[in-house]
């Protein structure tokens, strides 16, 4: 309970964890296990190994894939679903139609400021602040939160942005 307002630092830190969460979900492995960031190993210096997932994935795939390999994969995955869920909601504006959150979170313990020790208040600017960069790392519309066509392109999702275009669901 002595939270920090947002950085970029943090940002990259979510991508991360947005990823690492897809990749688990996909290759059904467990989060309390994965990924392999500590080793009980004190001559590895308790670190662990990230490029366990790609062993995994190559094994049994029989596909050579490398950590940042599977993390494009996996951010691909992020990119076509962010689009899919732009077209259900039928909306660019994901910022307010769907990252939001609850009041809740802002006004709980009234005695308290946000980042204050001793509460979990958030501070309705810095979550701004912190889609704006959350957006910045996937390639979003920083305004929107919708995937643009240059990231979708980046991702061999052409016919994706296509589609949104053609309904009006891409940003400009």
Request: negative net charge; contains cysteine.
């Amino acid at each position: 309970k002595a939270y920090t307002p947002m950085n970029e630092n943090k940002a990259k830190f979510a991508k991360f964890g947005v990823i690492r969460q897809v990749i688990h979900d996909s290759m059904t492995l467990c989060n309390w296990v994965w990924p392999m960031t500590f080793s009980p190993r004190k001559d590895r210096g308790y670190k662990g190994d990230l490029s366990v997932e790609a062993q995994y994935m190559t094994a049994i795939t029989g596909k050579e894939y490398t950590e940042e390999s599977l993390n494009e994969e996996a951010e691909r995955v992020i990119q076509l679903q962010r689009a899919m869920t732009v077209e259900t909601f039928g909306t660019v504006d994901m910022r307010n139609e769907h990252d939001a959150v609850p009041n809740y979170i802002f006004d709980i313990d009234p005695d308290f400021k946000a980042f204050e020790e001793g509460t979990v208040k958030m501070d309705r600017d810095d979550w701004q602040t912190a889609l704006t960069m959350f957006y910045k790392q996937f390639g979003w519309d920083e305004t929107t939160g919708a995937p643009t066509r240059a990231t979708l392109e980046k991702f061999g999702l052409s016919d994706v942005a296509d589609n949104l275009e053609a309904k009006g669901l891409l940003p400009a």
